[in-house]
């Protein structure tokens, strides 16, 4: 299984960046994809997740509004496209997936509920 996360890099305060991670080793459209973000000296934390079957997706309050979450099932890619960043959206962004329980499973916001994770890209908010 590889999850390979690009898209990264060092941006001003209030721009963008579109981070993508294409999936590998696993049947894509069984699982729900997620990012996660870590920054120095802190947890792990949930941004933003979307279903399976790309239906639903779910954000952390912070990031609503500026953040969407996307995902291509025949391209096994999923993306996070994040406008308005801030400074305190720096962190190393992890991309994940979590096989569905059910068809009507709920999405995870959970870090143990994500099975594979992928290598991080870093992203850097310049104020």
């Known amino acids: 299984v590889q999850l390979q996360a690009s898209g990264g890099g060092l941006v001003q305060d209030g721009g963008s960046l579109r981070l993508s991670c294409a999936a590998s080793g696993i049947f894509f459209e069984s699982h729900h994809m997620g990012w996660f973000r870590q920054a120095p000296g802190k947890e792990r934390e949930f941004v933003a997740a979307i279903a399976y079957n790309g239906n639903n997706a779910i954000y952390t309050e912070s990031v609503k509004g500026r953040f969407t979450i996307s995902r291509d099932n025949g391209k096994t890619t999923v993306y996070l496209q994040m406008n308005n960043l801030k400074p305190e959206d720096a962190a190393v962004y992890y991309c994940?997936?979590?096989?569905?329980?059910?068809?009507?499973?709920?999405?995870?916001?959970?870090?143990?509920?994500?099975?594979?994770w992928g290598q991080g890209t870093l992203v850097t908010v310049s104020s």
């Open positions: 994940t997936a979590a096989p569905r329980r059910s068809v009507i499973s709920p999405i995870p916001m959970r870090r143990e509920e994500y099975k594979y």
